[in-house]
């Protein structure tokens, strides 16, 4: 069980240019995540998917996509990348929002990929 | 608006003390409260998670405890090992997991 992975590890793109960083997931998990994190600022979601087909922005959805084609991929898609697309971008997954045995469900991460454009 | 914020900013300890991290939120109407912890260069793992009704919740050498009143919540280490030495990230969520506001994090350094 390999949990969550990701996809480079890093990579270094020239402004403009375009990639998709992968996330895959081995857990059954309806809910996946990207996160993007810069330095000495908290997490903050891109876009979520609450299973495959269905997507939604999260709070910094400008420059990226995403798709869902099945339970365990995630894709994110960077177009045209700019310097403030610079970061660490973390892919996650769950189970549905609610509660298990009175808590909410577990947010799994993966390691997380370095992007740097310039 | 809805914000987590946690202090200190980095804090160096020796190994064998104890210590505590705060976080303040604004995030309402409140959900759940998470802690995370994340090592350099990996992502961020689960230390404890709090709902409402919840007050205190130990992992092993982690206590966290939730005052839902005043919007706090402290992470406290007991008798710190040099594997503590990592960010320690606490994470509000509004309504449900999708809506998960994330703060900065307080950067611990455990020295021998």
């Known amino acids: 069980n390999a949990g969550v992975t990701q996809t480079p590890k890093f990579r270094i793109l020239k402004i403009g240019q375009s990639m998709t960083l992968q996330c895959t997931q081995d857990m059954n998990h309806n809910y996946m995540y990207w996160y993007r994190q810069d330095p000495g600022m908290g997490l903050k979601l891109i876009y979520y998917?609450?299973?495959?087909?269905?997507?939604d922005k999260g709070e910094v959805p400008n420059g990226y996509n995403v798709s869902r084609s099945t339970t365990e991929d995630f894709p994110l898609r960077l177009e045209l990348a700019a310097p403030s697309q610079t970061s660490v971008y973390f892919c996650a997954s769950s189970y549905p929002s609610g509660l298990a045995g009175g808590l909410p469900y577990e947010q799994y991460f993966g390691p997380g990929t370095r992007l740097t454009v310039t | 608006k809805n914000q987590v914020e946690q202090s200190p900013q980095s804090l160096i300890i020796l190994e064998g003390k104890n210590c505590t991290l705060q976080?303040?939120?604004?995030?309402?109407?409140?959900?759940?409260l998470r802690w995370y912890k994340q090592d350099t260069g990996r992502g961020p793992v689960s230390l404890t998670i709090?709902?409402?009704?919840?007050n205190t919740k130990s992992n092993g050498r982690y206590t966290a405890t939730l005052d839902a009143d005043t919007k706090q919540s402290s992470l406290h280490i007991t008798a710190s090992q040099l594997s503590d030495s990592a960010s320690y990230i606490c994470v509000v969520s509004q309504y449900n997991n999708n809506d998960m506001r994330f703060g900065a994090g307080t950067r611990l350094t455990v020295k021998p």
């Open positions: 709090m709902t409402f009704s919840e």
């Open positions: 976080c303040n939120y604004t995030v309402s109407p409140f959900s759940n």
């Open positions: 998917s609450v299973g495959a087909g269905i997507t």
